[in-house]
């Protein structure tokens, strides 16, 4: 069984630009802060000799609880697409829950900017781990992926000059 949940923001940036930036390893950290139960992720660390993500290779997210995952790049198709999914790392108690995570981001164009959606999939260890997983994902970690857009958003629209 799967729970799916999103997040969505306009920026106003182009799709290159905010595809650059996610897809620039070491920035997440700086964004994505959690809520409630979900942690912060503190750094981040690629493979010896990596300076940039590839599809293929696998990332360490160091989590302000201490827990480290381990994310695989799955997807990257510039200027739309980055994907990735958590290959192992993830902490008790979400553990009894969910199995599998995957982390799927789109940077459309939209009113001369893009309009980022952020898509977070869990498979669940069993149905019966739905009732407690539901609230988690649906509310705990969507508002971290809201919190984190928003971060996004402010960073990058603060870097744009103004127009006259």
Not at 78 to 99: D, H, M, T
Not at 144 to 153: D, G, R, W, Y
Request: glycine content about 4%; charged content about 15%.
């Amino acid at each position: 069984m799967k729970i799916h949940t999103q997040a969505i923001a306009y920026i106003a940036a182009s799709p290159e630009t905010v595809y650059s930036t996610l897809t620039t390893p070491h920035n997440f950290p700086s964004y994505f802060r959690g809520f409630g139960p979900v942690p912060g992720v503190s750094h981040e660390a690629l493979p010896d000799g990596k300076i940039r993500y590839e599809v293929g290779i696998l990332r360490k997210m160091y989590n302000e609880d201490t827990s480290v995952l381990t994310e695989k790049i799955t997807e990257l198709e510039y200027p739309n697409l980055f994907a990735y999914e958590i290959v192992s790392g993830i902490p008790v108690p979400f553990s009894l829950l969910v199995n599998h995570g995957r982390s799927v981001w789109n940077c459309l164009p939209h009113n001369h900017g893009t309009l980022l959606e952020w898509h977070y999939i869990v498979t669940l260890t069993s149905v019966a781990a739905y009732p407690l997983a539901f609230p988690l994902v649906r509310f705990f970690m969507r508002k971290s992926m809201q919190h984190c857009l928003l971060t996004i958003k402010i960073n990058m629209e603060k870097s744009i000059p103004a127009t006259a």
